[in-house]
């Protein structure tokens, strides 16, 4: 599998330099932008690009689930660990191990979930809900979120000391709306890619639509504009 980051800006060229640098070397990683700039295609292009392309690639949002949840999303749980738990379950850190775990919104983790994970980090080991028994995993952690984490300690809300754990190296995303160079090349390649998809023959974006799209401040990022061009093709007879 290969992950292509569609660019010809030069932010975003150095960004991903510094991927493949840091890729092979398994420091925790911390990547910062607003949503939709394409944050979790980059945790999957250092995998990629890492010692750990064997291993599984695995994803969670932080802010989808409840700390309960979230917990036994990423711990798993013993048989008979609460009213329910049939059998065993392993939790995503385990089944990441000699793999990368990518937490999505890491800044939506709840003070409890914060202290656990940090507990993974220093000492490689965790149990898992109900059990006593010490679990050992090889992970490499990549982190994102879309907010100021230095505020967000500052208000209280994150742990500084799982802030550095996680923040060896930081890759910041830059928006959408400061690399207008790049939104020819990407919406030809989300053309190229839903036409394929749909079975349509549509080809070629109007010089007006490429002029609109270049003027638009894309508050969405690069999903915005993805999902612009799906439906422009859905709509098409043949050229958008």
Do not use: W
């Amino acid at each position: 599998e290969k992950v292509r980051i569609i660019t010809e800006d030069p932010r975003m060229i150095r960004l991903l330099d510094m991927a493949r640098e840091i890729a092979p070397t398994d420091c925790n990683t911390l990547i910062t932008g607003e949503s939709g700039t394409g944050k979790e295609l980059m945790a999957r292009y250092i995998h990629l690009h890492s010692r750990r392309t064997a291993g599984p690639l695995l994803a969670v949002n932080c802010g989808a689930f409840t700390e309960e949840l979230l917990a036994n999303e990423l711990f798993g749980h013993e048989q008979g660990a609460f009213t329910g738990a049939t059998v065993l379950k392993k939790g995503l850190i385990e089944i990441a191990s000699e793999g990368t775990l990518f937490l999505d919104e890491i800044s939506e983790m709840s003070p409890s979930m914060q202290v656990k994970l940090l507990r993974v980090i220093q000492s490689r080991e965790f149990h898992r809900i109900g059990g006593t028994r010490n679990v050992t995993v090889d992970v490499r952690f990549i982190a994102a979120t879309n907010r100021d984490l230095k505020e967000v300690i500052e208000s209280g809300e994150f742990r500084h000391d799982l802030f550095y754990r996680l923040n060896v190296v930081t890759l910041h995303h830059p928006p959408l709306s400061e690399r207008k160079g790049d939104i020819p090349l990407l919406a030809y390649h989300f053309l190229k890619k839903y036409s394929a998809l749909m079975g349509k023959e549509t080809t070629e974006i109007s010089e007006e639509v490429i002029n609109f799209l270049r003027d638009y401040d894309f508050p969405g990022n690069v999903r915005e504009l993805e999902n612009i061009i799906e439906r422009g093709v859905a709509l098409s007879r043949g050229s958008t």
